[in-house]
């Protein structure tokens, strides 16, 4: 399917097409721990650690794409089908410790910024939902017997909806100056589509 679907999109220029090729991607994401662990009797791990090497290696093939897009969004639908791979192998992944837990926690903040770049907002979806994982987990597990922490994870819950309300009113004029605080080496890293819906 992917073979087929790359033919067709050679021949008629349409950006749906990607769809059925990162779904197959995806798909095979799922058969390749038996090829990369060497045996077929692998843990729920092993099976996360692949999905998430597979959906970073995807993302990256989305983003050389989408560099190569023109101004048309071809880059999505590998971007969606390798967040999901990359971000459901790493939420999978069990750890006891609270440092990995965080750097969870940091990544998902990292996908929020990425968004905010590509304008993608897929990226945004799965950084929101890991970084309440965390919040739950701080809830339920961490401060699970502090009074305060309710009312605190309460005024933070507010403070990002009153932040988001603010940024969405003056989105063109925060991305502008945002941007303007980058490298031109780095603006120029931002896929033509990107740059085009900040204008």
């Known amino acids: ?3 087929q679907g790359a033919s067709a999109l050679r021949f008629r220029r349409f950006p749906f097409i990607t769809f059925p090729i990162a779904f197959a991607l995806w798909y095979m994401s799922m058969d390749l721990t038996p090829l990369f662990v060497g045996r077929y ?8 650690w692949v999905s998430l090497i597979f959906g970073a290696l995807l993302l990256v093939v989305a983003y050389l794409v989408d560099l190569r897009g023109k101004g048309e969004d071809y880059a999505f639908w590998l971007y969606f089908f390798g967040l999901a791979a990359f971000w459901g192998g790493m939420t999978s992944l069990n750890s006891d410790s609270e440092v990995s837990k965080f750097i969870y926690f940091l990544i998902n903040l990292g996908l929020i910024g990425i968004s905010l770049l590509l304008r993608q907002r897929v990226f945004l979806v799965a950084g929101s939902i890991g970084s309440f994982i965390y919040l739950g987990h701080l809830a339920w597990e961490i401060f699970e017997d502090s ?3 309710p009312f605190v994870l309460t005024l933070g819950g507010l403070a990002v909806i009153a932040l988001g309300v603010w940024y969405q009113k003056r989105r063109q004029a925060i991305e502008a100056r945002l941007l303007g605080l980058f490298p031109a080496s780095v603006r120029a890293a931002i896929p033509e589509r990107a740059r085009r819906s900040t204008d």
């Open 1 to 3: 399917m992917t073979a």
């Open 147 to 149: 009074l305060m922490f």
């Open 41 to 48: 009797d692998f843990t729920f791990d092993e099976r996360a």
